[in-house]
């Protein structure tokens, strides 16, 4: 019995080893529509003050698509210290002025997520990280705000942390960090989950299930101070389970974890360490597909990293290459078909601010993918580096059940301009 199972499990890893051969293919051509400026600032960005810190620009865009093709942006107005959203239809027409959903001028906001409830496109849910300064080394909380009505209004801010631990912060080493470290996920159902992690170093998750009117008390998933957790990723499959993903820092060869739970996230099994590796591991992003596939990117060696579990995370093909040289910080999205997109951030002109945006694209699940290519329009023309100065974590790539992509990006022009602007692309007829 011992020897047919053992070579039952060569055999499987074979036909795995097999399937996920690298290989670019070619695809029909994305039908890049004309690009809408969503929002523009100024340029100043003065020396650091905490709250009283002169900035003057807008930053930090994240972007939601429903399967009309309406989309959803969220961003933040570094003058104003608040998150804004602006509905643009899927004409290109943007509905009404941007809505405050943050409301809170005396303090930052950075670094949001926002996601529509599927079925129910005109529930909106958003999260970020506001700068709280409330005893601790770092400020930080996690704020949540909802709205029913399409974007119309959004509920009070919900603080979900309220700790002093600099909530928000995915740290490196304990002189580097990203903020933005955290994500935001919605069911069918309503249910919506937030996780974040903090500069102390631990990984936490909260969850509501009556649509964030009210949040469980947070509860520590992994992560402290010798191994602190960053950059968290949700996904959702069916019959309430939640993938959840993260690096960690303090650790040059940092590898990604993925953990599983099968009870709509009151508990955790324990985390797989996805590929063993020499490198640094950083930025991963999750996604589910129709047929219940888990799929992953995430940024190691200046390059972007591709692989999937077909077996509820258990176990994962060997990760491969997908975006060439100068890429990182990806995000991912599926659509219902099962075809895969992945976007990051270009470094190839400077190694630590980027400027421009790559993206692959896979019509069979994630076996072969487009050779890379820039995004249209996705670098600024006036040479401003892509925005996202308070970090990397970001989430910049939606895609509807048609396949239409919506994209954001921002630049930033030093002591010039700032802009905030929206990709689209048309989705299958």
Do not use: C
Request: proline residues 7%; without cysteine.
């Amino acid at each position: 019995m011992g020897l047919r199972t053992s070579r039952r499990a060569v055999l499987t890893g074979l036909a795995a080893l097999l399937l996920f051969v690298p290989a670019a293919v070619s695809a029909p051509p994305l039908a890049w529509q004309d690009r809408i400026e969503v929002a523009v600032g100024g340029g100043e960005r003065g020396p650091w003050r905490q709250n009283d810190s002169r900035y003057d620009f807008v930053d930090d865009p994240t972007v939601a698509i429903d399967d009309r093709g309406d989309v959803a942006v969220a961003w933040v107005d570094q003058a104003r210290k608040d998150v804004l959203v602006q509905r643009v239809a899927a004409d290109g027409t943007k509905r009404g002025q941007p809505i405050d959903v943050s409301r809170s001028p005396a303090t930052f906001s950075w670094l949001p997520r926002i996601v529509l409830v599927p079925r129910d496109p005109k529930k909106i849910r958003v999260l970020w990280q506001e700068i709280i300064f409330s005893g601790g080394s770092h400020g930080g909380d996690i704020v949540f705000a909802r709205s029913d009505d399409g974007g119309t209004t959004f509920s009070e801010p919900l603080n979900l942390s309220s700790s002093v631990a600099g909530d928000g912060k995915g740290r490196i080493t304990k002189d580097v960090w990203h903020n933005g470290s955290l994500d935001l996920a919605a069911d069918s159902g309503d249910t919506v989950y937030a996780v974040w992690t903090e500069y102390e170093g631990a990984l936490w998750l909260s969850r509501s299930p009556d649509g964030g009117r009210r949040f469980s008390r947070p509860r520590r998933i992994a992560g402290d101070d010798a191994r602190p957790a960053r950059a968290p990723s949700l996904a959702l499959g069916a019959d309430r389970t939640v993938y959840l993903a993260w690096t960690i820092g303090e650790d040059d060869a940092a590898d990604v974890r993925v953990a599983r739970s099968t009870d709509g996230g009151a508990t955790f099994g324990k985390p797989r360490i996805v590929a063993r590796t020499k490198g640094y591991s950083d930025a991963p992003k999750l996604a589910v597909d129709p047929g219940g596939a888990l799929h992953l990117v995430y940024g190691e060696d200046h390059r972007v990293w591709y692989t999937r579990s077909t077996d509820g995370a258990r176990t994962f093909a060997p990760p491969r290459e997908i975006s060439g040289p100068a890429a990182g910080f990806p995000s991912l999205s599926i659509d219902a078909k099962g075809s895969v997109y992945v976007l990051w951030e270009l470094f190839r002109d400077h190694p630590y601010r980027p400027r421009g945006l790559g993206f692959v694209v896979s019509r069979d699940g994630g076996r072969a993918f487009t050779p890379a290519a820039a995004v249209p329009d996705s670098a600024d023309p006036a040479g401003g580096w892509n925005g996202s100065s308070q970090g990397l974590l970001m989430k910049k790539l939606a895609v509807n059940a048609r396949g239409a992509l919506a994209i954001v990006n921002s630049s930033l022009r030093d002591r010039e301009r700032s802009r905030v602007w929206l990709i689209r692309t048309g989705g299958r007829p």
